[in-house]
């Protein structure tokens, strides 16, 4: 069983829709989770860490945790074409794991 | 702030030569650097953690004499790949993060390299 699971998509939005992205993780001893974004040919980018349950904003982007259930999502508000990446979940315990990625397509 | 770079950013090499990239956190002192490596399509795989002045930590799987890191100090760090062979081509990421006492420790991505083994 992989550490964190994502769905590889596509996941096409309309531009100015909010996008959901999803991930779950295995290990509940999981500290601190964070969501990166990767263009096509490039290093990740930090979009957002969360490690409280609960819902944390920045922006546009909306974190949200539930430990209980064992996900992490990504809410991305008035989705714009400038997002379309591979949105990359990762979960810290003693080391980092990334999910697979998430591929997103906001069409204009 | 935050800045990690890496060089070079794109390399071309024969089977069986050896290639050395660079990772330097540029305003910041990394407690921490981490290798990773991406091939198409995938996710990051861990390679191994290092701390400077100590030996790396290489993940299972991961051949320590055929990728050889050196973190010289606290903004540098190598990856040496030995012997270099096509299925080696791939996408080299580093990243540094520092010790900052709370639950989580961010990790600063380099922009990375692009190895490819003729």
């Known amino acids: 069983q992989k550490e964190v699971e994502q769905n590889s998509g596509p996941l096409s939005v309309p531009e100015g829709a909010i996008a959901s992205l999803n991930c779950t993780y295995s290990?509940?001893?999981?500290?601190?989770f964070f969501w990166y974004r990767q263009y096509s040919g490039k290093s990740p980018e930090l979009i957002m860490f969360?490690?409280?349950?609960g819902d944390k904003e920045d922006g546009r982007f909306t974190a949200q945790l539930n430990k209980a259930s064992q996900y992490v999502s990504l809410l991305i508000r008035d989705s714009q074409p400038s997002d379309s990446a591979t949105y990359l979940c990762a979960v810290a315990i003693n080391k980092f794991y990334f999910g697979s990625g998430t591929k997103l397509n906001v069409k204009p | 702030g935050a800045v990690v770079s890496q060089h070079p950013s794109r390399v071309i090499c024969k089977s069986g030569t050896s290639v050395k990239i660079e990772c330097r956190s540029l305003d910041f002192q990394a407690t921490t650097m981490f290798w990773y490596r991406q091939f198409p399509k995938q996710s990051l795989m861990l390679m191994a953690t290092?701390?400077?002045?100590?030996?790396?930590?290489?993940e299972q799987g991961v051949e320590k004499d055929k990728f050889l890191i050196n973190h010289a100090s606290l903004t540098l760090s190598t990856l040496t790949v030995t012997s270099a062979h096509p299925e080696d081509s791939s996408f080299y990421i580093c990243?540094?993060?520092?010790?900052?006492?709370?639950?989580?420790?961010?990790?600063?991505f380099g922009p990375g390299t692009r190895l490819t083994v003729l």
């Open positions: 969360i490690y409280s349950n």
């Open positions: 290990d509940r001893g999981s500290q601190s």
């Open positions: 990243s540094a993060s520092v010790e900052s006492g709370l639950a989580y420790n961010e990790q600063f």
């Open positions: 290092s701390n400077e002045g100590s030996k790396a930590t290489y």
